[in-house]
């Protein structure tokens, strides 16, 4: 398995590459049961909005597989779907994925392993169409950024943040296929690291120029002109444009505003919540408190301090330049953009 892949079904088993032992170690984890995969949904050892989609589409399988003997077969399926829902709720790709794959089983009439099989080509369908969706996202994404210059991204939405390719790390994939000369600021995403650990991991494994920063150092990164754009991707995007997306996202939305520079957010459609009409209806997941207290496991603030832990952040649509999706890029007003792209 590519070392970037983030998950693989072999045909009995979801095999999860293990994300928070990277960069240090490349390890898999085999879920054979529902359980283990919501386990690792939470834990993070699976993560970024369209990946965890494709991991749940698969965690239905197994339980669909688990339950295929049992009476209640459909009740047991609907309480996987919301074992597996509930893991983490910002990232609407969860849901998304999970309501498509209850769908196709509808069809099944009430044969539990005609529901089966129905299920098992679903997941499938849906991570291969993941991998598609993220290179349409970098063709239309390729062209607006410079042809010689700095990107700053945020968190990580890459190849291992989807199932392959990336949506925002798309686009500067895409752009570094056309032949341009792209430097990338990786700012490393405290609490979770994900820019540190996974971001300079991939693109450093596949020789794009990278310079990682500590978030703080974005406005003096912008301020010296290293960086002639952003481009982050997204965990939710509501029907107005408001964007849910890593904690941090939105100063630095703020800050590219103040210096001119355009913000991109790359998201294929499933990430596009209409039934959110905006960012103040996007449940924020709240982690662990530790996440914030230890670094590498050691302890960095003193004992029984306060702390807050987000770890998602809402970007306002008037910050946001344009969103990159595979059907094309949404310029505000996004409200009627993105309803648009659904009409297509
Ligand atoms: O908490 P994470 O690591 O799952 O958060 C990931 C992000 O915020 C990504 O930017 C987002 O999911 C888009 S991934 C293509």
Not at 203 to 227: C, E, F, H, Q, S
Request: glycine share 8%; with cysteine; proline share 5%.
């Amino acid at each position: 398995m590519d070392k970037c892949r983030p998950l693989r079904w072999d045909g009995e088993a979801l095999v999860l590459l293990d994300q928070t032992k990277l960069p240090g170690e490349v390890a898999y984890i085999t879920c054979c049961n529902h359980e283990q995969v919501a386990a690792a949904i939470k834990e993070m050892k699976v993560r970024g909005a369209p990946a965890i989609g494709a991991a749940a589409a698969y965690g239905l399988v197994l339980g669909a597989r688990e339950a295929c003997q049992r009476a209640d077969f459909w009740e047991a399926l609907l309480d996987v779907a919301e074992r597996l829902r509930r893991t983490r709720p910002t990232a609407v790709n969860l849901a998304w994925a999970l309501e498509r794959m209850l769908q196709k089983a509808e069809r099944a009439s009430q044969d539990p392993e005609e529901a089966l099989k129905l299920l098992t080509e679903e997941a499938a369908a849906i991570a291969l169409e993941d991998v598609e969706v993220n290179r349409a996202i970098g063709r239309h994404g390729a062209p607006l950024l410079p042809e010689d210059g700095g990107v700053l991204t945020h968190c990580n939405a890459g190849a291992l943040a989807t199932v392959d390719y990336g949506t925002a790390l798309g686009v500067i994939r895409a752009a570094v296929e056309m032949g341009k000369k792209i430097r990338v600021f990786a700012c490393e995403t405290r609490p979770f690291l994900q820019g540190a650990r996974l971001t300079a991991y991939e693109l450093k494994a596949d020789g794009i120029p990278v310079t990682l920063i500590t978030d703080n150092m974005a406005g003096y990164v912008m301020g010296r002109g290293l960086v002639q754009g952003v481009v982050v991707g997204a965990d939710r995007v509501a029907a107005n444009g408001d964007v849910a997306n890593k904690i941090g996202t939105y100063s630095l939305a703020i800050l590219a505003r103040e210096h001119g520079l355009p913000f991109y957010v790359a998201a294929p459609l499933s990430t596009v919540d209409l039934a959110t009409p905006d960012g103040e209806h996007i449940t924020i997941e709240e982690r662990d408190p530790t996440e914030v207290s230890h670094l590498a496991g050691i302890r960095i603030a003193p004992e029984g301090v306060d702390i807050l832990n987000p770890a998602f952040d809402v970007t306002p649509a008037k910050y946001i330049t344009g969103i990159i999706t595979e059907k094309g890029v949404v310029k505000p007003p996004y409200d009627r953009g993105l309803a648009a792209l659904f009409r297509k």
